[in-house]
T-cell receptor, first 116, second 118 residues
Framework: DTAVSQTPKYLVTQMGNDKSIKCEQN?????MYWYKQDSKKFLKIMFS???????INETVPNRFSPKSPDKAHLNLHINSLELGDSAVYFC???????????????FGPGTRLTVL | AQTVTQSQPEMSVQEAETVTLSCTYD???????LFWYKQPPSRQMILVIR??????QNATENRFSVNFQKAAKSFSLKISDSQLGDAAMYFC???????????????FGKGTKLTVNP
């Protein structure tokens, strides 16, 4: 069973289009994240959600809008796609509970977005 | 802000030999976690090993071990008896232990590409 899944795995689209990437985790975790890996393989946090509430919102263009319909899902919608948005986008999740020190984040397989 | 530095963009090792990947980090915090993630060509991010800063004992996971030097802010990964399947990008990552409630972001280094030669 896949712990953190993303769809699609590959996405090729034209500049100016709007697209969405979906993420689901079946680990029962409270917190989910989106990371971006650029062409040089550098990974950087974009957003995090805890119990459907936006917590981290790094310096990301407002064309990127995450949405969490429930704790198990965190989707990423991107408007007016630009060439520079081409990257691999990773979803991740982790668990926090009172008195429990969270540490490990579990990653999805990534979505390679190519903007032409 | 915390930073993570991996000074070796590429490393190579002969199969069955040992290799050490370097990682240094900068933080003013005393309580944190450190991780090594492996990213093979399949793109999947796989946790290799983690270390809690308050634990002095170095973490080990089978052929993988770390040398954690808190005062020097160094966290190197040693891979023993290297196998062809170890070939991948390796990322060092930092996470504050103070962060909670969804703010537990990972700060990554730029990665080291490891090649294993048969």
């Amino acid at each position: 069973d896949t712990a953190v899944s993303q769809t699609p795995k590959y996405l090729v689209t034209q500049m100016g289009n709007d697209k969405s990437i979906k993420c689901e985790q079946n680990l029962g975790h409270d917190t989910m994240y989106w990371y971006k890996q650029d062409s040089k393989k550098f990974l950087k946090i974009m957003f995090s959600y805890n119990n459907k509430e936006l917590i981290i919102n790094e310096t990301v263009p407002n064309r990127f809008s995450p949405k969490s319909p429930d704790k198990a899902h965190l989707n990423l919608h991107i408007n007016s796609l630009e060439l520079g948005d081409s990257a691999v986008y990773f979803c991740a999740s982790s668990q926090e509970a009172p008195g429990y020190r969270t540490d490990t984040q579990y990653f999805g397989p990534g979505t390679r977005l190519t903007v032409l | 802000a915390q930073t993570v530095t991996q000074s070796q963009p590429e490393m190579s090792v002969q199969e069955a030999e040992t290799v050490t990947l370097s990682c240094t980090y900068d933080t003013s915090e005393s309580d944190y976690y450190l991780f090594w993630y492996k990213q093979p060509p399949s793109r999947q991010m796989i946790l290799v090993i983690r270390q809690e800063a308050y634990k002095q004992q170095n973490a080990t996971e089978n052929r993988f071990s770390v040398n954690f030097q808190k005062a020097a802010k160094s966290f190197s990964l040693k891979i023993s008896d290297s196998q062809l399947g170890d070939a991948a990008m390796y990322f060092c990552a930092y996470r504050s232990a103070l962060a909670q409630g969804g703010s537990e972001k990972l700060v990554f280094g730029k990665g080291t590409k490891l090649t294993v030669n048969p």
